[in-house]
Structure formats: structure tokens, C-alpha cells
């Protein structure tokens, strides 16, 4: 087989700088995932466009050929059908980040889709995630044995936090639920059992090497070796005490569901009713045991829906409140991020407000409309159409293919949890499974020079626009980090009891982001204090404030909050009217919240 076939051969010098870069972005999202840690979020935006501008530049340089054009109407195709929720939005602020992430996703897939990966190339990759895989789950297992009793010590001895933010904390350090520096156990459970099919495939090739890939000699060696096999076991007993310790019940969903799709189309090739009624034994005997574990800590069992943490009730007040939220905005939806924001106007009880809707089809329905999903159906049937129409690959060669069915498996677990919580809009799982939807969808990725050769006449033109719009992203993207950084500054410089500082930074984060009301109000407090400091009368610290929220309510009309701060400003400045009004409004979005039914 030719190096052209993207099997074997020397990797050229771009796709070695093209998968470095974007293996650099996934893996820093992975161990400071983008939705706790800001900077991770916005490198993996300058990961994936930085990789996708050197694809475009090869690309220009070799001339655009219709493969090239067909890959790139996949991978971005889709934003398009965003651009509706992105302009009839609730928040443009928080629709501009959103929209941002998955510009990276598609950047990341487009990039992928073009680097012909060899075999060294696609090993290299799963390794890297399988010890980044060990790494968090070295981190979760020291939370579970030193990290939650410490942090139960501290919050015993921290006073000033809210108290019923401070029960929460309790309780979790309590539950003994790890989540390492993910934001939930759910997240973390969704990391792991994505990775154990990718690590079973790996241990699997070092018995009964793929019959699709041709690895060099060196790399036999290595999979083979005795230590590779070792760790790789130890990794998937490590996985499986992590996933254990979560006690999360959508993870062992995921996991069940991952094998059962890997046995289905392992057992279709070889159709044996032995081996049917063995495997149906084991993943039977899988899915009772983390049912019984699962129950046995968590103090409740599955189908007891009164439960508090009742993981099927939450759900479905979830997903209900989707429904709501489209039918009262069922063309463009409230706008990409907005389901937190207008959720609370749907709900029944404040203990039960969520950020997210705990299932990605669903949220996006709620903030993108009909629009979006029937953009992205059109999309996702023309990807599935074409690739079927690409493969050359024997299925039966493909199903008894270890690596094949440990990335397929990975996938499943995948798209499994985005039926249960919502992986799209965190930059850790989100990146992680489309890094691993990019080097699936071209395994083997049997590529003829024909297709490279090809012209077409549109190409050339869509290509410069896509490169124009990547610029734009880009520099959006900068921008919004140096504010949201300017925002950090100032909260450093205000806990120093800086204010001037702190309110310099603040006037900078707003310039950089006028549309964000977090910022805006932010700095309006800022401000707010630094007029107090200089002794200035309370009616101009009141005015001050007051111009504040008025903005912040115009660029988010669906923050309760907002408008219940507002009426206090209003009250203080002797307008009963206008914060009668406000209160109203604060009780009309977030009916179930007792403070804003309070005494006035």
C-alpha cells in the first residue's frame, strides 16, 4: 500500500504539527477541563483554528481539490444552521461562546478529516489519551482516600460561605463521590467509560494485532512489550475503580450500552448462539452489578423516583422544561447557552433549577429551534451518506478489527451521554469526542490520488470565506478572553482592597465585551465602591448602580436576578413604582424562589 493511503509511510511534516497542536488542546481540556478552567476553553479555540489554518495553507499550496471542499461543507456546515439562534438570542454574550466552542469542534474535525493519518499517528493518539485517562484517574482515586476529608475539614471551618452552598459541599465531600478537577462526577464518569473501549482495543491489538493497520516494527514492539500490556490493564482496572467511586448511574448507562454495541457487532460476524447467550450473560450480569453498587451508595435505588437525587426525576423536570422552553420559542429557540437563564421561569421548585438540560438533543431543540436541529439532521444524513460511499473496507474486516471497535465503542459511550447530560457544551468531553468522531471517521481512510486531484470551481471561493471567518473567530475569541482575564484582575485587585486598580480593569473588560451584562454589572459594582470609598452620598452610589442593572437587564431580559436587584435600587431611591415593577418581573421569571416573594 502507498504512503498516500494514509496507512503507512512517513507522516509529512504539517500533519505531525496539525495533531500535536490539537493533541495539546484536548489534553489540557481533559486534565483543566474548559468549563472550570477558562484558559483551557479559549486555547482549545486557538488550538483548533491555529490547525486548521496550516491544513487551509497546505491545502492552498497543493491547490483545493473537491475532496477538500467536501470535507470542509461537513465539518462547518452545521454552525450555519447556529446563525438563526445567534442572532434572535436572549443573551448574545453567552450565544458568541457557545457559538465559539463549537466552531472549534468543527475546526478540530475539519483538521483530522484532511491530515491522512497513519497508523503510528492514530496509535500515538489513543495512547496519549489513555495516560492522560490514567492521570485523571490517578488524581480521582487521591480525592477519594485525601482529598474529600480535607475538604470536608475546611468547610467545617469556613463560616463565610453561603449556607446553602455550604450544605451542597458537605454533602458531596460526604457522598464520597469523586470528581477530580471536573466539574461533576457525571463528567468525570463520562471521561472514563469513553476511554475504557479505547484502552480494551489497544490491549486487544497487543495480543491479535489489526489486520487493517501496518505498524512499523517499533511499534509492534512496543504494544507487545509486557510493561505496554501492564499498563493497559492496570488503566482499565484503574477506569473501572473510578467509574465505581462516581457512583454515577448515567455512567454505567454508557458503559453497558458501549459494550453491548461492541459485542452486537463483534457476535454478527461470528454467529455463534454460544457466544450470543455468554455475552448476553456477561453484560447482563455488568448491569445488574453496577445497579446493585450504585444503589447500595447512593442510599436509594433507580426506579425510587421520590428519591432526592433521583437521577431519572431530575431528568425528566429537565427535559420537560426543554419542551416548555421550545414551545414558547420553537423556531430559533432562546439562543445558543440560554436554557440556565430562562430555565427557572419553567420550574416548580428552586431545588431542582439547573444549569443545563441534561440531555444535548434537548437543549439544543430549546436553544436553537427547529431550525437548528432539522440543519443539523440535513448535515449528519449527508456525512453518514458520503462515508459509506467511501469505504472500501470489507465490514467483516472491520467488525473483528480491535482498534475499529474500541473507537466505535468509545463513540456509543459518547453519543449515550449526551442522551443523559451534556457533552457538547463542555470543552472536555465535547473536544475528546470529536477528537476521537475525527480519527474514526477515516479509518483506515483509504484515499486515492484522483480524489486529491480533482478541481472544482467553488472551492477555491468557499475556502478563502471559511478562512475569512476563522480570522473573525480568532480575533473574538482573543477578545473575549483579555476580558474575561480583565475581570479576574479586577476581583484580585478589589479582595486587595485596590479599588482604582480593580476598576480600571473592569472598564477595560467592558470595552472588550460591551455585550456581556456579567461584566457590565460587575463593573457597575466596581464603580459602585470606588464612589463609596471617595465618600461620595448614597443617592450617587444608587444612580450609579442603578445605570448598571438597567444595562445588564437590556442585554439579559431573562435574568431574575437582575431585575430583583434592580427593584432594591429603585426602593432605595424612593421609586416604589418602578420597583414594584421590577419585583414583578424577578417573581414572573423565577416564580419558585422565596426571596423574591419576600416582605418588601
Known amino acids: 500500500m502507498s504512503a498516500d493511503s494514509g496507512i503507512s509511510g512517513q507522516l509529512p511534516e504539517h500533519t505531525r504539527l496539525v495533531l500535536v497542536i490539537l493533541l495539546t488542546a484536548v489534553v489540557l481540556n481533559l486534565l483543566y477541563p474548559g468549563e472550570v478552567f477558562f484558559q483551557s476553553r479559549y486555547l482549545l479555540l486557538l488550538g483548533a483554528v491555529s490547525a486548521c489554518a496550516v ?12 475532496v477538500m471542499f467536501r470535507h470542509a461543507v461537513l465539518a462547518f456546515l452545521p454552525l450555519v444552521a447556529l446563525v438563526p439562534s445567534l442572532i434572535w438570542t436572549t443573551n448574545q454574550a453567552r450565544s458568541q461562546e457557545v457559538l465559539l466552542l463549537f466552531l472549534s469542534y468543527s475546526c478540530l474535525l475539519f483538521s483530522l478529516w484532511r491530515c491522512k493519518l497513519r497508523s503510528e499517528a492514530l496509535c500515538a493518539s489513543l495512547l496519549t489519551l489513555v495516560a492522560v485517562a490514567m492521570v485523571v484517574g490517578a488524581q ?19 463560616t463565610n460561605l453561603d449556607g446553602d452552598f455550604r450544605a451542597a459541599l458537605l454533602a458531596r465531600a460526604q457522598s464520597g463521590r469523586v470528581f477530580a478537577n471536573f466539574s461533576l462526577p457525571n463528567t468525570l464518569a463520562g471521561l472514563v467509560t469513553m476511554i475504557l473501549p479505547i ?8 495480543f491479535v494485532p489489526s489486520r487493517l493497520q501496518e505498524l512499523r516494527h517499533h511499534w509492534v514492539t512496543i504494544l507487545r512489550s509486557p510493561l505496554a500490556r501492564l499498563a493497559l490493564i492496570v488503566g482499565i482496572l484503574q477506569s473501572i475503580w473510578v467509574l465505581a467511586l462516581t457512583q454515577s448511574f448515567g455512567g454505567w448507562v454508557c458503559l453497558c450500552c458501549s459494550v453491548g454495541a461492541v ?3 463483534w457476535l454478527c460476524q461470528r454467529r455463534r448462539r454460544a457466544d450470543w447467550i455468554i455475552s448476553a450473560g456477561l453484560l447482563l450480569t455488568l448491569a445488574g452489578s453496577w445497579l446493585a453498587w450504585t444503589s447500595y451508595k447512593r442510599g436509594f435505588r433507580l426506579w425510587n423516583l421520590s428519591a432526592a437525587e433521583n437521577p431519572i426525576t431530575l431528568r425528566l423536570i429537565t427535559y420537560r422544561t426543554a419542551l416548555d422552553i421550545l414551545r414558547d420559542f ?6 445558543l447557552g440560554n436554557y440556565g437563564t430562562l430555565n427557572p421561569r419553567y420550574q416548580t421548585s428552586p431545588r431542582f433549577v439547573t444549569q443545563f438540560a441534561h440531555n444535548t438533543p434537548l437543549q439544543l431543540l430549546a436553544e436553537g429551534g427547529v431550525a437548528l436541529i432539522a440543519g443539523l439532521l440535513c448535515v449528519g444524513v449527508a456525512g453518514i451518506r458520503w462515508k459509506s460511499s467511501q469505504n472500501q473496507i470489507p465490514r467483516q474486516a472491520l467488525a473483528s478489527d480491535p482498534l475499529y471497535l474500541g473507537m466505535m465503542g468509545s463513540l456509543v459511550a459518547w453519543l449515550v451521554h449526551n442522551g443523559l447530560d451534556i457533552d457538547f457544551y463542555f470543552p472536555s468531553l ?29 472551492a477555491q471561493p468557499t475556502i478563502i470565506l471559511i478562512e475569512m471567518a476563522l480570522g473573525l473567530a480568532f480575533l473574538t475569541g482573543m477578545r473575549f478572553y483579555l476580558s474575561r482575564l480583565s475581570i479576574d484582575l479586577a476581583r484580585l485587585s478589589a479582595s486587595s482592597s485596590d479599588l482604582a486598580d480593580a476598576n480600571r480593569y473592569g472598564l477595560w473588560a467592558v470595552k472588550l465585551r460591551p455585550q456581556d451584562p456579567v461584566g457590565v454589572l460587575f463593573q457597575g459594582k466596581l464603580e459602585t465602591q470606588l464612589l463609596k470609598q471617595q465618600g ?5 452610589l444608587l444612580q450609579t448602580l442603578r445605570h448598571s442593572l438597567e444595562e445588564a437587564v437590556r442585554l439579559d431580559p431573562y435574568n431574575a ?11 432605595g431611591l424612593g421609586n416604589d413604582k418602578l420597583s414594584d415593577e421590577s419585583r414583578a418581573k424577578a417573581v414572573a421569571l423565577f416564580p419558585s424562589e422565596p426571596k423574591y416573594r419576600e416582605p418588601k
Open 430 to 458: 465535547g473536544a475528546l469526542g470529536f477528537l476521537v468522531l475525527g480519527l474514526f471517521w477515516d479509518y483506515p481512510s483509504p484515499k486515492s490520488e484522483e480524489e486529491e486531484t480533482h478541481r472544482s470551481p467553488i
Open 263 to 265: 459485542l452486537f457487532v
Open 330 to 335: 420553537p423556531v430559533t429557540g432562546v439562543g
Open 561 to 571: 436576578e437582575f431585575y430583583f436587584e434592580l427593584g432594591r435600587v429603585y426602593r
Open 536 to 540: 461620595k452620598p448614597t443617592a450617587e
Open 55 to 66: 491544513v487551509l495553507f497546505q491545502g492552498h499550496r497543493r491547490g483545493v481539490a473537491n
Open 140 to 158: 480521582a482515586l487521591y480525592q477519594h482516600f485525601v482529598g474529600l476529608d480535607a475538604l470536608k475539614t475546611e468547610l467545617m471551618q469556613r
Open 199 to 206: 484502552q480494551g482495543g489497544l490491549l486487544a491489538t497487543s
